[in-house]
C-alpha cells in the first residue's frame, strides 16, 4: 500500500484525481471529539446533536432492543456511515465508515479477480450470452478466426490495468486517512498484523493518544474506524496492583536493544473532570512478555498527563518523560525522567525532589541569596536592590535586618533545550518567596545535563519581578 510501490504515472494521475476530490486534508480536526462523545455524550446528547438516526436493532434471549444509532455524517472531509453503540443509555464507542467511490466501476470487489484469464473468460461468458453462442460453436469461431482471442486478450489487459489502478486509488485513498488520523492523533500510528477474524482486512492500524484509542480497518471496498476509551488489561490490573479503572491515555513504543518496549501510562479519571486524572502508573511491556510497573503522583490530581520518548544524552537509547500539570490554581507541573536498564524502568529525575522540595534558600548579606540544589550543589545570586521587598529586608549598608527565610514555589515549567551533539537538556523554572508573607522575591531558572546517568545542574540565573 505504499506509494513507492506504485508506478509513478499513476501516483501523478492518483494525485491529480485525489486533490480533484479533496482527499488530501490538511491542518483538520475530528467532527466531534472523539473523548466527549465517549466520556459525556449519551442517548439523549447524541439525538440532540445529530437529530433521530436509524436505529441499529440487536436482540438478547429473542427480546429486540436498540444497540445503537445510526447516521450518515461528513468526517475527515469525507462522507461516512457512522454508527454509535450504547451500553445502557451512554455512548461505549462508536465507528465511522468510508465507502470506496469506485464500487460501480469494479468487479466483484476482489483483487484476486483482477486477473487476465478471469477478465478473459468473462468476456468469453458474456460474448456466449449475448450472442447465444455454444461452447463448441465459440471454439470452432476462434480456429476460424484466431485474431478474435487476441482481441478478447487484448480488451481483458485493458481492464485488467484499470481495475488495478482502481484498487490502488483506493490505496491511496486509505493512505490519505491514515495520514489525517496520524496527525489529529499527534503521534505516528503502529502498524500491526490483522487480527484473525478480520482475514478480508488487507490492512490494519492502531493509535493510542490522548485517552482514546482508534483503530482502522481498511477492507478495500470501505475502510471502518472505530474510537473506544482503552482500559489496562484486566488480567495485568489484577497482577500488578493496578486500579482496574485505570485508562490507558498514551501508548507509546521504544526501541531497545535487541527488543521494543511498550510503554503506557495510565490513570484513573475523575469523574469530575473529564480531563482530571490521579493514581498515574507507568507500565513498561518487553516482546519477551516480562512487565514492569512503576507508580508515582498517587497523592496529586493532575491535568495534561502525557508520556514521550526522547534521547536526552544522545547515546542511542531514549529516555521516558512523564509530565502533568497539578490541579493546583498555579498550574503547577510535575516531571518524571526514566531510564530503562534491562527493561525496568528506573528514575533520574523527579521533578518534586529536583525543585520544590529538594532546593535550599537563605539570604545572605550584600544583597544576595544562596542556593542549595538536591544534589548538596551551591550558589549565590544577587538581588535586585530597587524591589521593595528587598529594600524591607536590609539596611543602607546591605545587612540583614531579620533572619527572613526563602522558599521555593512549585515548577512552572520545565523544557527540553537543544544543546551540543544532538543531545538535549532540561530547563526549569519556579518563583522564589518570602516565608512569612509569600512575597516574590524572583524567579530561578536552573538548567541540568543528563552526565554520566544522572542529572547535573549546569547553569542557572535569576529573573528579577
Known amino acids: 500500500m505504499r506509494l ?108 484476486t479477480n483482477v486477473t487476465n484469464p478471469a477478465v478473459r473468460d468473462s468476456l468469453l461468458r458474456v460474448f456466449q450470452i449475448k450472442d447465444s453462442i455454444r461452447s463448441d460453436s465459440v471454439n470452432r469461431l476462434l480456429r476460424f478466426d484466431p485474431n478474435l482471442m487476441k482481441e478478447f486478450e487484448k480488451e481483458a489487459e485493458l481492464q485488467t490495468i484499470q481495475k488495478r489502478k482502481l484498487y490502488d486509488l483506493d490505496s491511496i485513498r486509505c493512505d490519505s486517512v491514515v495520514e489525517d488520523i496520524s496527525a489529529i492523533m499527534g503521534q505516528p500510528l503502529r502498524k500491526g498484523i490483522t487480527h484473525h477474524t478480520d482475514k478480508n482486512a488487507r490492512y490494519s492500524a492502531i493509535w493510542v493518544n490522548k485517552g482514546i484509542a482508534v483503530s482502522l480497518r481498511d477492507f478495500t471496498d470501505y475502510t471502518i474506524i472505530a474510537f473506544s476509551i482503552p482500559f489496562v488489561n484486566s488480567f495485568t490490573a489484577s497482577g500488578f496492583e493496578i486500579d482496574p479503572n485505570s485508562e490507558v491515555l498514551r501508548k507509546v513504543h521504544l526501541p531497545c536493544i535487541n527488543d521494543t518496549l511498550g510503554v503506557s501510562l495510565l490513570a484513573v479519571s475523575n469523574s469530575q473532570e473529564m480531563n482530571t486524572f490521579n493514581k498515574a502508573t507507568l507500565l513498561v511491556e518487553s516482546q519477551t512478555g516480562s512487565k514492569y510497573v512503576e507508580k508515582f503522583f498517587s497523592d496529586l490530581s493532575l491535568s495534561n498527563l502525557s508520556v514521550e520518548t526522547i534521547d536526552f544524552n544522545n547515546n542511542g537509547v531514549e529516555e521516558i518523560w512523564v509530565h502533568g500539570i497539578t490541579d493546583n490554581t498555579s498550574h503547577c507541573e510535575v516531571h518524571y525522567v526514566f531510564t530503562v536498564g534491562n527493561t525496568e524502568p528506573i528514575v533520574i529525575f523527579d521533578s518534586k525532589l529536583e525543585t520544590d522540595e529538594g532546593l535550599s ?104 519581578p
Open 4 to 111: 513507492d510501490l506504485k508506478s509513478i504515472k499513476l501516483a501523478c494521475l492518483s494525485i491529480v484525481i485525489l486533490l480533484a476530490n479533496t482527499f488530501i486534508v490538511i491542518g483538520q480536526e475530528f467532527t466531534n471529539d472523539p473523548k466527549d462523545i465517549l466520556k459525556q455524550w449519551d442517548y439523549y446528547k447524541l439525538t440532540d446533536h445529530l437529530g433521530a438516526g436509524l436505529p441499529i436493532i440487536d436482540t438478547i434471549e429473542s427480546q429486540a432492543f436498540i444497540a445503537g444509532m445510526a447516521y450518515t455524517e461528513t468526517w475527515l472531509n469525507r462522507t461516512a456511515d457512522v454508527s454509535y453503540f450504547f451500553k445502557d443509555v451512554d455512548i461505549a464507542n462508536f465507528q465511522i465508515k468510508f465507502w470506496s467511490p469506485f464500487l460501480d466501476e469494479r468487479i466483484d470487489g476482489k483483487l
Open 361 to 464: 534558600l537563605q539570604l545572605m548579606n550584600d544583597y544576595q541569596a544562596e542556593v542549595i540544589l538536591a544534589d548538596g550543589t551551591s550558589f549565590l545570586f544577587p538581588l535586585e536592590k530597587t524591589n521593595k521587598v528587598i529594600q524591607g529586608l536590609y539596611n543602607a549598608s546591605g545587612i540583614l535586618l531579620s533572619d527572613e527565610i526563602l522558599i521555593p514555589g512549585c515548577l512552572q515549567s520545565l523544557k527540553k533545550k537543544a544543546a551540543d551533539n544532538n543531545s538535549y537538556l532540561l530547563e526549569g523554572r519556579l518563583s522564589v518567596f518570602t516565608q512569612s508573607n509569600k512575597e516574590h522575591i524572583c524567579d530561578l531558572v536552573i538548567t541540568w545535563d543528563l552526565i554520566r546517568g544522572v542529572w547535573e545542574a549546569v547553569d542557572y540565573l535569576t529573573i528579577n
